[in-house]
């Protein structure tokens, strides 16, 4: 019964596994073919500039994104709010953008975002802003796409979140207002701390994806755009040199080194979770 | 004898009542909804508004889509603007390829997940936990390390640029394996060793007693790789260049490659791609939220 899945996942995952690995020891000739070239390509890549350059921009792409996580905290407890009626109707609009296909968001985000006549900026002149061009601007565009990502991944924390605050007893909430703490008192003497494992889960989610950013860069940014260098990210890099240069055994190494960080940036947050999460 | 200052009488009128601290957090209660609806409905707003402006902006000529300020109605609601779309992208062919790699590899993936799933939770076989840790590992490892090799595997399959280099990867996946396993082992072993006694074999029981009662992680599993296959990007740009073969996902980006400032066709473009899927999503509204609830995982 197991026959097929094993086949499958071992021809499509498991022995790739191993074999890109061996190939982040290897030299690719321009026409196919590829050779031993030990840790060359670890070397290389050490003093690369582009590399890491690509690896800062990730970094601080996922941590600037993580902003995104108590936003989606604070709108679940909105939302989870007796008194708020069409809960669904809005939980609906907050998700939409979680379906709709990201080389779509990108191209709508690219037009708002617009520096001559996107609507933003439009809206930023009454204030007395002279909006830059966000995306194709060296000094905004990393920003941006934090912007476009959070907006297109806040629905789905918040449908997680929402989840987690169903298990809240809501006597605790009943005790604690005879004790007379407001809303914004349970929000974080409560609400925050019981709903600690979920935060947790859509942080370490978050994290992870964030590291794996691609289809963003690719379609609102794009390869000839001045404001690559501060947006361009490890995947984007990777499948350039991969699939464009035809230079595989440097990408494979460059995928290998994210995966030490994808599972280092893990580690460090299961460490860091018996400072804050309770599981009660 | 009417004085209304008897208890009686103060008890019938709501005002004198809230002099009493008590009555203090029901009020607040009752007047906190009105910031909460006013800040929810606004930031709803935030959330649709790129979808508003997408239409709108699908309808207007070039001219209107460029002008500061901006034109909010278009003067003529050009629909011709779709039938662009057509004309640069095969786009009917792209939506096809996309609903077929969605279909081949939910359909797959339903199939293959919960068999393997089932074994997992509940047949004993021998190396059971050596490879159910392996298919875990694949789990924890971002699926651009696969690609390289995959991508050699297509190429001398000879299934480059062919719906197969889309869908056969995908037919396999170790989250579905996990994920209905779980829902396998949630199930009471009575019900199993009942099927045994009537005469099921291992096969039949799976088919006829467990698989009908795990429906809502088939569903959760449908539902992921279906946000999952329809949204996917990277895979698709390596394995098919030729517009024929491509998914929507990647037809977009090229229609942004060749249309870069032709805004009302891009965004009519957009909006064609991500309409199925909103649809989808608001008839099945129940499912997805509950998928999304119960896994928490992007395929």
């Known amino acids: ?280 | 004898m009417a004085s209304s200052l008897t208890p009686v009488g103060s008890a019938l009128r709501p005002e004198p009542v809230s002099t009493n601290p008590v009555a203090q957090p029901p009020r607040r209660a009752h007047r906190f909804p009105i910031v909460v609806t006013v800040v929810v409905s606004v930031s709803g707003f935030v959330m649709v508004f790129p979808f508003l402006w997408e239409f709108l902006t699908s309808l207007k000529t070039l001219g209107e889509s460029t002008s500061v300020p901006p034109v909010i109605f278009p003067g003529v609601w050009r629909w011709h603007n779709y039938e662009r779309v057509f004309e640069a992208i095969p786009f009917a062919q792209q939506f096809l390829n996309t609903v077929l790699i969605t279909i081949g590899r939910v359909a797959g993936q339903l199939l293959f997940c919960s068999l393997a799933g089932y074994a997992f939770a509940r047949l004993m076989f021998r190396g059971r936990n050596l490879v159910f840790l392996l298919f875990l590992s694949i789990l924890m490892v971002p699926t651009q390390l696969y690609v390289i090799p995959q991508y050699q595997i297509m190429e001398s399959l000879g299934w480059l640029n062919s719906l197969k280099a889309l869908i056969v990867p995908g037919l396999f996946s170790a989250f579905g394996v996990f994920l209905l396993r779980q829902f396998f082992l949630a199930l009471p072993q009575e019900l199993e060793d009942a099927a045994r006694v009537d005469g099921c074999n291992p096969i039949q029981t799976y088919w006829y007693v467990m698989l009908p009662l795990v429906r809502p992680g088939l569903i959760a599993l449908g539902v992921l790789t279906t946000i999952w296959s329809w949204n996917d990007l990277l895979w698709p740009l390596i394995v098919n260049t030729d517009p024929n073969k491509m998914p929507l996902s990647a037809g977009l980006a090229s229609l942004q490659g060749q249309r870069l400032t032709d805004f009302p066709v891009l965004m009519a473009g957009a909006l064609l791609a991500s309409i199925p899927m909103i649809i989808l999503f608001t008839v099945m509204q129940r499912h997805f939220i509950a998928s999304i609830a119960t896994t928490g995982m992007k395929g």
Do not use: C
């Not at chain 1, 947006?231 to 035809?246: G, S």
């Open chain 1, 1 to 280: 019964m197991i026959a097929p899945m094993v086949l499958g996942l071992s021809v499509f995952y498991l022995w790739p596994l191993f074999q890109t690995l061996y190939f982040s020891f290897t030299e690719w000739g321009p026409f196919g073919g590829h050779t031993w070239n030990g840790l060359d390509n670890y070397q290389r890549l050490v003093g690369d500039p582009e590399v890491r350059r690509a690896f800062l921009n990730t970094i601080w792409f996922t941590l600037l994104s993580l902003i995104g996580v108590p936003i989606a905290v604070v709108f679940a407890a909105l939302l989870n709010h007796k008194g708020l009626r069409g809960v669904g109707f809005y939980r609906a609009l907050f998700f939409l953008p979680v379906v709709t296909l990201p080389a779509a968001v990108a191209i709508v985000w690219r037009y708002l975002l617009n520096g001559d006549f996107g609507i933003l900026n439009y809206l930023l002149s009454f204030v007395g802003i002279n909006g830059p061009s966000w995306v194709g601007d060296s000094h905004f565009a990393l920003y941006s796409l934090v912007v476009v990502g959070v907006w297109s991944s806040i629905g789905y924390n918040i449908v997680i979140l929402l989840s987690g605050l169903q298990t809240i007893s809501p006597e605790l909430y009943e005790a604690s207002a005879l004790d007379g703490a407001g809303p914004v008192r349970q929000f974080f003497s409560i609400t925050v701390p019981m709903l600690s494992p979920s935060i947790f889960f859509v942080t370490v989610l978050s994290v992870i994806g964030s590291l794996q950013m691609f289809d963003l860069v690719y379609v609102m940014v794009g390869r000839t755009s001045p404001a690559l260098q501060s947006t361009q990210t490890v995947i984007f890099l990777f499948y350039e040199r991969a699939f464009v240069d035809n230079d595989r055994g440097y990408a494979a190494a460059i995928v290998f080194v994210l995966l030490l960080l994808v599972l280092a940036m893990t580690l460090l947050q299961f460490r860091l979770q018996r400072r804050w999460v309770h599981y009660g």
